[in-house]
Nanobody, 114 residues
Framework: QVQLVESGGGLVQPGGSLRLSCVAS????????MSWVRQAPGKGLEWVSE?????????YYPVSGKGRFTISRDNAKNTLYLQMNDLKPEDTAVYYC??????RGKGTQVTVSS
């Protein structure tokens, strides 16, 4: 059974940083591209970033901003990461780790507020 467990969210001031983690189990992690997606209050799901199975190809979608977010993975630890810097109030959302469009974790709340 596929399990994706996110952690690392919290309350941070504008301009602050957070590092999200996602521990995966129940499938061969190093064979799959992985993504971070988010859902802000009252909005639909937005793709944030994607990384290929080996970790050498990354895609950043517009919501991630220019150079603010960095996706990475450690296949030895079955773990996906999202380093978020210079956070803005509009980054407030539940962040999900996703194996595909139908499979994601329960999410971790990120709140950016002064």
């Amino acid at each position: 059974q596929v399990q994706l467990v996110e952690s690392g969210g919290g309350l941070v001031q504008p301009g602050g940083s957070l590092r999200l983690s996602c521990v995966a189990s129940g499938f061969t992690f190093n064979r799959f591209s992985m993504s971070w997606v988010r859902q802000a209050p009252g909005k639909g799901l937005e793709w944030v970033s994607e990384i290929n199975s080996s970790g050498d190809l990354r895609t950043y979608y517009p919501v991630s901003g220019k150079g603010r977010f960095t996706i990475s993975r450690d296949n030895a630890k079955n773990t996906l990461y999202l380093q978020m810097n210079d956070l803005k109030p509009e980054d407030t959302a539940v962040y999900y780790c996703a194996k595909d469009s139908l499979t994601r974790g329960k999410g971790t709340q990120v709140t950016v507020s002064s």
